[in-house]
Each structure stands twice: as C-alpha cells, then as structure tokens.
C-alpha cells in the first residue's frame, strides 16, 4: 500500500529503432518500493516501430512518463 500523494516523472530515451537509450527519473518518491516500481516499469517500456515523426532526421528521441497516485 502506498500512503499519501506520490508524483514521478521519468524520461526515456529511444534510438530510432524503438530501443532505450537510457531511462532518467526526473522527479521520485520518497517511498522506496514506489520509486523501484516506477524505475523498473520504464526499463521495460520499448517503443517497436515508433512513429515516423519521432524519427525523422534524428538518431533518438524521447518519451516522458508520470505516475501520480493520490
């Protein structure tokens, strides 16, 4: 169970074929086992054949991702 408001933010980094380049956490919780979940959940975010307009003339791009639980 997790008590009170948790916001995170995380950044993933893509190469232009969908795979992660690195995975940052912008903004974590002070709830360890929520921040572990939340790290480990994007390791695991793959973006197979991203859309054309993410990659177009770039070599990677990036995605942002956030959890809120109130």
Same mark, same amino acid.
């Given at each position: 169970?997790?008590? $009170? !408001?948790? +916001?995170?933010? $995380?950044?993933?980094?893509?190469?232009?074929? $969908?795979?992660?380049?690195?995975? &940052?956490? /912008? &903004?974590?919780?002070?709830?360890?086992? /929520?921040?572990?979940?939340?790290?480990?959940? +994007? &390791?695991?975010?793959?973006?197979?054949?991203?859309? *054309?307009?993410?990659? *177009?003339? !770039?070599?990677?791009?990036?995605?942002?991702?956030?959890?809120?639980?109130?």
């Amino acid at each position: 169970v997790f008590d $009170g !408001r948790h +916001l995170l933010i $995380g950044k993933i980094d893509y190469d232009k074929n $969908g795979n992660i380049v690195t995975v &940052k956490i /912008l &903004k974590s919780s002070e709830n360890d086992d /929520l921040a572990f979940f939340f790290e480990e959940t +994007l &390791k695991q975010l793959d973006q197979p054949n991203p859309p *054309k307009v993410f990659t *177009k003339n !770039r070599d990677q791009f990036s995605i942002y991702y956030q959890i809120q639980i109130n």
